[in-house]
């Protein structure tokens, strides 16, 4: 079910120099990926894993907040625009912002809005953190993004469950119409999801079957990152799996 618990980098611990002036090194976060399509349940996974590291310090970075402002041309013709494109997100600033953050400094996130397909007026403020979960579709995809992660988890959920999950909220959420939602979903999800989203699969350190049904292999992912953490004792909150954990360790 957990396909692979190798982390890409087992040295994220190592310590980063601070200009030599004398203050205690700064420890380098712990990045976690977490890819997939449109609601496979990648932000519910994101708070089952955030919630079980109760202990630490951690900050979840979507990648929906750099999706790039439609420009009036183009809202005018939304109907003909493809969000699931790399090229709809302003990967520079996801990459800059990452970096920020990697080297334990705040950084200013835009938010989104999906209603108006525009960044909001008002950035929010995000604090570097233990572990930061950057979350989105093509989050695997770009392998400057990837080679920022020391864990990549890509989560697989069957392609009906999803559609019918984002014909829900797309209605409910994000203000839009069952027609639209469907002819959106034919003309440029599926096909984006194919192209580009599903060969990003081959990435992942861990792929979650069923996402957020999958208690197992989330606890089999918060029992890896507490042992990255070096805080064993924090985490063990279901003892039984940290010893099936430690049968797997690579
Ligand atoms: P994503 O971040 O991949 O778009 P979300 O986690 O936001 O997906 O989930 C999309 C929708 O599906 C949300 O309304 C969420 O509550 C619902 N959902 C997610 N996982 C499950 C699940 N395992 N069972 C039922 N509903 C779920
Ligand atoms: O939350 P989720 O991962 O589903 O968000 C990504 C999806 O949001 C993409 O599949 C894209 O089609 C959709 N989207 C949209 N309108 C926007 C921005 C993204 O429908 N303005």
């Known amino acids: 079910m957990v396909a692979d618990l190798r982390t890409s980098d087992d040295n994220h611990f190592s310590v980063q120099s601070n200009g030599g002036s004398g203050q205690a090194p700064i420890k380098q976060p712990f990045i976690i990926g977490v890819a997939g399509g449109t609601a496979s349940g990648k932000t519910t996974v994101c708070n089952m894993i955030i919630s079980q590291l109760h202990d630490q310090r951690v900050v979840l970075v979507n990648q929906d907040s750099f999706y790039h402002s439609l420009t009036n041309e183009q809202l005018q013709r939304v109907h003909e625009y493809n969000f699931d494109h790399p090229d709809a997100f302003d ?132 029992q890896h990152i507490c042992t990255k953490l070096g805080q064993h004792n924090l985490c063990k909150i279901y003892p039984n799996v940290f010893v099936i954990y430690s049968t797997f360790q690579i």
């Open 91 to 222: 990967t520079e600033l996801l990459l800059s912002c990452m970096d920020t953050l990697r080297h334990g400094r705040a950084v200013s996130i835009p938010n989104y809005d999906f209603k108006r397909h525009q960044q909001i007026e008002h950035s929010r403020m995000v604090n570097t953190a233990d572990v930061i979960i950057l979350e989105g579709i093509l989050v695997l995809h770009d392998s400057r993004v990837r080679d920022l992660m020391n864990m990549k988890i890509f989560v697989d959920t069957d392609s009906d469950v999803r559609l019918a999950r984002r014909i829900q909220r797309d209605t409910v959420e994000r203000g839009r119409n069952i027609e639209n939602v469907l002819d959106q979903y034919a003309k440029y999800v599926k096909p984006s999801f194919e192209e580009f989203i599903l060969p990003s699969m081959k990435h992942a350190d861990v792929i979650i079957p069923r996402g957020a049904d999958n208690d197992v292999a989330i606890d089999l992912i918060v």
